[in-house]
């Protein structure tokens, strides 16, 4: 006789029980691991990992609880946990708690935003969410629009589709030096030539030089600007470019992944004028938007450019459904079966409000200058800049007392800084990121945690001024 199946999300009572094992496992594995991150580095976790798991297929299962307890528990234990202050190297941001239930409940229930009858009330959200987030993007245009994707990559490879579906398979891409290496991959898949870059030595694109590069260019042109940029933070000047696309008669598009949410700032959002007079928009609300990846948005200025993405498959929007009232679904999307991961950004604006979402962005913001001003006052460190968004570059400058500014240092090499970042990973005592400016390496520390303290920046401080003087 077979075994009765195992009960589904749906029922309650068993998600219920199989919730709280999974929460005391997480619980549990955080416990262990005891940091921000495990320590012992990438063998030592593969080798928890393997003896832990064991056979990845056994023949016969386990008890579903005992399985769940201990890969969660594992996963956990093994985890780069961004809710930990001292975990600042990515745009990883510790998800809000009412947001991951949410993404419960989108799991439990699973629909599937490829066709109406599979999706009725999450279609209907993403519509009404979409369009709100559109308009926020673009509040003066008269029919915008936004597609909910997995990310910056996927939204500006989007954005790439649009442009050469406007202007035909020629169309050369501008991007600085300091663009998202998406673009590059994006041409790739696309087909499209290789985009021009253009250097940015001040880490920011000049418009003078974006100029000069569509003045060499003969055929259809879209340039691409950062509000964000990976490396630094930093906002390429965007109403200068809005003018020399307007007076060049060229599409601007926007890498909006990591400033975009910064719209919700009432004391920040000037740092985005110029956003709305780009013809696209990357938006990642999975950065400073503290939701569980993947929350992506590509919004656009008019959704009649949204039309060349329809698709018809019998099955899913024959016409006669379309033509009987059934929302055709296809369209939003270059991917057939996703997940309504729209319904926990709708969970989080009507419970945080802009307002409650722009004071989240205002803390980190807050955090990342208390970074600059810690790192200023430290003798044995070198601040990069001022940082623009919540990314603050720093190093440590061999001298001790003070005495140079920032590009003086002597004795402290490059491999040292990497180093550094190496040592407090693998000793599971803090995560920084990388990154390569003025020609030299610098530590990274991306701060997106609202509930990071003084006190915790002040330990990062401490961490790396020990690691260099080991």
């Known amino acids: 006789m077979r075994a009765e199946p195992p009960p589904l999300a749906a029922d309650p009572t068993s998600l219920s029980r199989l919730l709280g094992t999974t929460l005391d496992a997480l619980r549990e594995g955080a416990r262990i691991r005891g940091g921000p991150l495990p320590a012992g580095g990438p063998e030592a976790v593969a080798r928890r990992v393997r003896e832990t798991l064991g056979d990845p297929l056994p023949e016969t299962g386990q008890d579903p609880h005992e399985a769940l307890r201990t890969l969660v528990r594992v996963l956990a234990e093994g985890a780069a946990d961004p809710a930990h202050p001292l975990c600042a190297a990515h ?33 209907v959200i993403e519509d009404l969410v979409t369009a709100a987030l559109a308009a926020e993007v673009f509040p003066d245009a008269t029919h915008p629009d936004a597609l909910v994707t997995t990310g910056g990559t996927e939204s500006n ?31 790739w898949l696309l087909g499209l030539p ?24 003969t055929g259809p042109t879209l340039v691409a600007a950062t509000a964000g940029t990976t490396d630094e933070g930093l906002i390429d000047p965007l109403p200068a470019l809005a003018e020399l696309c307007d007076a060049r008669h060229t599409d601007l598009h926007v890498d909006a992944a990591y ?13 985005l004028d110029g956003l709305a007079r780009a013809r696209t928009v990357t938006v990642d609300l999975h950065k400073l938007g503290w939701q569980p990846a993947a929350a992506g948005l590509l919004a656009v200025r008019d959704a009649a450019d949204l039309a060349v993405l329809g698709h018809t498959a019998a099955y899913l929007n024959a016409h006669d459904d379309t033509e009987a009232g059934l929302p055709d679904l296809l369209g939003r999307s270059l991917r057939t079966t996703r997940r309504p991961d729209v319904l926990k950004t709708a969970v989080t604006l009507r419970a945080l409000g802009r307002t409650g979402l722009g004071e989240l962005v205002d803390a980190c913001m807050d955090r990342a200058q208390e970074l600059a001003d810690l790192v200023e006052k430290t003798p044995g460190l070198d601040l990069r800049a001022r940082p623009t968004l919540t990314t603050v570059l720093f190093r440590p400058n061999g001298n001790g007392n003070g005495s140079g500014p920032a590009g003086t240092d002597e004795t402290v090499t490059d491999e040292t800084v990497a180093a550094i970042r190496r040592t407090l990973l693998a000793e599971g005592r803090a995560v920084l990121g990388r990154a390569e400016a003025d020609g030299r390496l610098w530590l990274k520390a991306t701060l997106l945690n609202p509930h990071a303290t003084p006190g915790d920046l002040a330990q990062l401080i401490t961490l790396v001024e020990g690691s260099a003087h080991r």
Do not use: I
């Open 259 to 271: 400033g975009g949410p910064v719209l919700f700032s009432r004391t920040h959002r000037s740092l």
């Open 91 to 123: 745009l990883h941001t510790p998800p809000l708690a009412l947001a991951a239930a949410a993404d419960l409940a989108a799991s439990a229930l699973n629909p599937s935003m490829d066709s109406w009858d599979q999706a009725p009330a999450a279609s």
């Open 157 to 187: 490879q989007l954005a790439l589709l649009l442009a050469r579906e406007r202007q035909g398979p020629a169309v050369r891409t501008v991007v600085g030096a300091n663009a998202h290496h998406s673009f590059q991959r994006a041409a």
């Open 194 to 217: 290789e985009p021009v870059v253009v250097p940015t030595p001040r880490g920011t694109l000049d418009p003078a030089a974006v100029h000069e590069a569509l003045t060499a260019l």
